[in-house]
């Protein structure tokens, strides 16, 4: 029988966004059914325009920097902007697949993508800046699939 | 019979303390046994007094605000407290429960808390300011449970 | 038969550098077959020096705090360092293990380490940096493995 995988998808920025979509399309490639549950911030990744998806350098000593730079400085004005392009420009050179590309693979490899309607309504989203073809529901709905699955993840 | 669920609850901010008290009373209200280990920031879920939890608009890019706005502006004293307010006031006027609502809801459908005795002690916590009817316990513990959920989470 | 655990980490922040490698260890100790994924800001925990890694006192509201602090001070220069340094004195006052200790355990203990290469390459790191005796494999294989466990988490 085949795998079954359920992700609760709840980061929004350029880095937490690839985990669910590389995992998702990777389980449904090796032949996984795969639901994403698409929450808080992760609703972000359900837009039909997704560049304005951006990371911060701030708060996360963790992240590799090409020059050590202070907290004062990754403050400054157009810091984000300019760490977001790095990093899309990193993930175009080193030929990894863009967030456009990862969600389009889910798409073709059957992954079913649900909103939380709680969090749409919260945040004021509306279902026209949404990709068509998603369903809609709540965490009893997930839950209920999520309790027979191989591999449940919070991201 | 039943299905089990486990959370390990690590966060204190007010946008991901909501996430494990959602599921666990969800799951819960579905007649799963829940048990949820409440360690590291996750401690101050357990707080009598949950009026602290606040949320930072810093360095969650994703985070939709009614108006754009700079780094430099989000830093600003006062714009924690602000961005806190106005997250609770939009809880509230959405009609989603509030966090001690969500933890009274947990309680009553029997739901497990357990606080990781190792981070009550690093971060010197007092069992005074938790709340009653909590287990005090440490990883081992709780991964025996763990290990024979249906669906276990790190939050 | 032996429990198994999978885990995906992906933070390199001092504060959640802890719960992989307690919960590997721990669960190792209990007889259970572990495996490690580092991935993104977690391969930071695979480095040969450690001491590189801090904590950050901006954007989590959370974290508790001998005083009060604005956010303005808390970007302030040096407030980083001294915030890893007082989080690295508490847990060694308070005779919690250190993050080589914990990696030590782990490795004692047979919990397979695992890094994705696709964020070696992302982020330009060398294999010369790293410990010996890690595996380097993709997603695929990991979750061949995770779709096997009693118990998969992504930290």
Not at 65 to 92: F, R, W
Not at 98 to 115: K, Q
């Amino acid at each position: 029988m085949a795998k079954k995988m359920a992700i609760i998808a709840t980061k929004g920025a350029l880095d937490m966004a690839y985990p669910p979509l590389i995992l998702a399309s990777t389980a449904a490639s090796l032949g996984w059914e795969v639901k994403v549950f698409f929450t808080f911030y992760g609703l972000q990744l359900l837009r039909k325009d997704l560049s304005d998806i951006a990371i911060s350098p701030l708060a996360n000593p963790a992240m590799p920097m090409p020059v050590p730079m202070p907290v004062m400085v990754s403050m400054l004005p157009g810091m984000e902007a300019m760490a977001t392009s790095m990093m899309k420009s990193k993930i175009k050179k080193k030929g990894v697949a863009s967030l456009e590309e990862l969600r389009s693979a889910c798409i073709e490899t059957e992954v079913g993508f649900i909103a939380c309607q709680m969090t749409v309504d919260l945040f004021e989203f509306s279902r026209d800046q949404f990709i068509d073809g998603i369903e809609y529901g709540g965490a009893a709905t997930f839950l209920k699939f999520a309790g027979d699955t191989d591999v449940c993840l919070f991201i």
